[in-house]
């Protein structure tokens, strides 16, 4: 599977000297229609002229075009607005020439259509009428999925002379004015991705970020806007969005009477980058899904295309896991390793993954204050080194994977002591530190650095090949701006920079370990984004792994990542960030909603525990491809404030399906209502079984039952009798008869 690098600045070969400022206007309009299964996008161009955005919808024919304008149903916005020569409203593109002057002024040269592995694309390539600046603007229509994207090349072409860019944006869309309401999703660290829905104001709502590294805690690029009202889970038209960048994002939603346009790309805030001549910048993706079928629509688009193209291994099913972090801590050694291990295996778990703790020599690794940067192995924690945890890993049948932080330091750290210019540090200023202290971000604009990185990760997999499962952590957002490596006049894309190091770096480890298993974790979800995805497997949700709050964090998630890429684990009771007593069974069903897995010390668990917990997993194994591939319907939302939340995972055959219920609020004599299976298929039979019970010997009343897709989907099902009590949960499996 080939990955994406979403943006890249290279050097770009130039052009004949006699089309550096030369310009032939040329006069014809032809309309592009880009079409899925479902959807339309289509382009109008004028050569010598501009582009226009005509329709975005339920897919149409190339003879309906002439219709468009006929009735004036067409939108009317550029593709790609200008700044100035007509400098009224929001710009995608904004520039300061070699000679001072800010003013763009492109006019059409080429289209060109064409396929390649990913599906269809639409190149149209616009100079500016006096200046040597050429910008390619890219359209996708992404093969078997309805996720179109837009972005942008802009390349310096002069011989002599910089080109200041201000603005750059990867894509301007507009979107009908009507009752719009916007889906949004903020949050922090322990409390990522909650939503927020609100009807869409006149005037500009701005969507932003400013970390620098961790770019999905306060805000997530993914964002929805409804085209006929209050936004419904399975009906309705939605308009789904999302930046695939890793980095600072900003987006403005600019509304008026005249109607809406969605702008979106690198944040420009204090990121003003410079194209020598020759040079050439690649915005990133800007993803965009339309949907009759509401909330969800988008979703199962974006989970479809995920899956595909969006993440690493998307096809390739996930394995359960026991993390040692919340089982314990720093604590690590050789014999409690072992211990885990032969744990999860006797759980029927498939992989264990060594957390923090294990390395540092001079300054080892017994806090969050010294050893980052230093990654080897500490023979007084494992003597027995990384090879003696593989070869148990191999005696207790299962996998083994370790963690890594290799993008920090410590300033307590022999790297650090070698080489202080290789972190981003002010001359004339005292360093500030995060966590511990002492923790400060290597460089990545800077080649060494970018190889040091690599070489991380490469000299564990050369010394230990049997390492499947990669987790690669991130704890601090960019501080002390300033890059040793990069010049003066350049310090101003440390930005974008970095993010382009370090795309370089994992292009080599995805290379040269193509099938290694790498999770993206940032403090927990601060980088659930597509910026990244591609290179790895799946995302750690959050640090917070208490259930109830996982239920609104993964509800979240799931409007635009699919269960395949959200690790969700069962931790202990009380929860170690909340305080709150769960019962074994509500962690278990909501962790199976996702990739299963487990952050506990075993040993700690009840020997009940231990059999139910067994139980769960077989359990999960047996529906994980429906769970992993399937298409997700959220049925009850827990932000409608009722008593229970619900979701249901369906296969494309729609023979087999998991649904998850749970309790979230409980007053006695509380109403639960029917809740309608919207997946199901109305003409099939379904025969109906509980996964996990808490006594096997008394499933659920539903278990056994067999009832027409019909009455599943239009009367629903009552799971008063299994949800009525406090952290009352139910799973059940839906087979086809």
């Known amino acids: ?125 616009f100079r500016d009428k006096v200046y040597p600046l050429i910008v390619r603007q890219y359209v996708r229509k992404y093969r078997d999925c309805d996720v179109f994207s837009t972005w942008v090349e802009i390349t310096n072409e002069g011989k002599k002379g910089n080109i200041r860019l201000l603005n750059f944006s990867s894509g301007c869309f507009p979107v009908t004015r009507g009752d719009n309401w916007l889906t949004q999703f903020h949050g922090s660290w322990g409390c990522e991705t909650g939503m927020t829905e609100e009807r869409l104001p006149d005037g500009q709502t701005v969507i932003a970020d400013k970390a620098g590294l961790r770019n999905a805690f306060g805000t997530n690029p993914g964002f929805m806007i409804s085209l006929d009202g209050r936004p419904a889970e399975n009906k309705g038209e939605m308009l789904g969005f999302n930046l695939l960048w890793s980095g600072n994002y900003k987006t403005k939603i600019l509304a008026g009477r005249g109607g809406i346009d969605v702008m979106a790309g690198i944040n420009e805030d204090t990121s003003a980058f410079t194209l020598a001549p020759g040079e050439c910048l690649k915005t990133p993706e800007f993803a965009m899904v339309y949907s009759n079928e509401g909330k969800g629509g988008v979703s199962r688009a974006f989970h479809r295309w995920a ?94 994977g370790i963690w890594i932080e290799p993008e ?55 010394d230990n090949p049997e390492i499947a499962y990669i987790k690669w952590d991130c704890n601090s957002d960019i501080m002390n701006y300033n890059s040793h490596y990069l010049p003066a006049d350049r310090q101003s894309e440390i930005y974008i920079r970095y993010h382009d190091g370090l795309h370089k770096v994992l292009d080599r480890l995805r290379s040269k370990y193509p099938e290694l298993v790498i999770q993206l974790c940032a403090s927990g979800g601060g980088r659930a984004d597509y910026g990244l995805l591609p290179w790895f497997d799946e995302f750690w949700t959050s640090d917070n792994t208490d259930a109830l709050q996982r239920i609104y964090i993964q509800w979240g998630d799931s409007h635009f990542y699919p269960a395949i890429a959200q690790a969700s684990h069962v931790s202990a009771s009380p929860n170690h960030q909340t305080g709150r007593v769960v019962p074994i069974k509500y962690r278990f069903d909501v962790a199976m909603s996702g990739r299963l897995g487990m952050e506990i010390q075993p040993k700690n668990m009840t020997e ?82 509980d996964l996990t019970p808490a006594d096997p010997s008394r499933p659920s009343n539903l278990d056994g039952k067999v009832v027409s897709g019909r009455i599943l989907k239009n009367a629903g099902i009552n799971i008063g009798r299994s949800l009525n009590r406090p952290f009352t949960s139910l799973v059940l499996s839906l087979t086809a008869e």
């Open 1 to 125: 599977m080939k990955r994406v690098r979403f943006c890249r600045i290279f050097r770009c070969l130039f052009l004949s000297a006699g089309m550096l400022y030369s310009y032939t206007a040329l006069s014809a309009n032809r309309t592009y229609v880009l079409s899925s299964d479902n959807t339309s996008l289509a382009i109008t161009t004028n050569d010598g002229g501009q582009a226009y955005y005509q329709y975005f919808g339920p897919k149409i024919q190339d003879s309906d075009i002439s219709g468009f304008f006929g009735v004036g149903s067409n939108f009317t916005g550029h593709t790609l607005p200008q700044f100035g020569v007509n400098s009224y409203g929001e710009k995608m593109l904004a520039v300061v020439m070699p000679d001072g002057t800010m003013s763009v002024d492109l006019a059409m040269e080429s289209v060109d259509r064409s396929d390649d592995e990913r599906g269809e694309l639409l190149v149209m390539q």
């Open 408 to 462: 920090m330091a410590n300033t307590k750290s022999e790297l650090f002591e070698k080489h202080p210019d290789w972190v981003l540090s002010q001359k004339n200023r005292p360093l500030t530190c995060g966590r511990g202290g002492t923790q400060v971000v290597l460089d990545l604009c800077n080649p060494k650095v970018q190889d040091y990185v690599f070489d991380i990760t490469d000299n564990l997999m050369k």
């Open 307 to 400: 899956r595909k193209y969006g993440m690493a291994h998307g096809d390739r099913l996930h394995d359960v896991l026991l993390n040692s972090w919340e089982g314990v801590y720093f604590d690590v050694n050789q014999e409690v390793m072992d211990q885990m291990m032969g744990d999860i295996a006797s759980l029927g778990g498939e992989l264990f993954v060594m957390d923090d703790g294990w390395f540092g020599d001079k300054y080892p690794r017994n806090d969050g204050s010294a050893g980052l940067g230093d990654w080897m192995v500490n023979d007084k924690k494992l003597p027995q080194g990384i090879r003696g945890l593989t070869e148990a890993a191999k005696r207790h049948g299962i996998k083994f």
């Open 608 to 689: 009940s525990e231990k059999d139910f917990a067994k139980k769960a997993i077989a359990a999960y194994k047996e529906v994980r491809p429906i769970v992993q591939f399937g298409n997700q319907y959220r049925l009850v939302s827990p932000y409608d404030k009722g008593a229970v939340a619900s979701l249901m995972y369906v296969d494309e055959s729609k023979n087999n399906a998991v649904f998850f219920a749970y309790r979230i609020e409980y007053l006695n004599g509380q109403n639960v209502p029917n809740i309608r299976l919207d997946g199901v298929d109305p003409d099939k039979n379904y025969r109906i079984h």
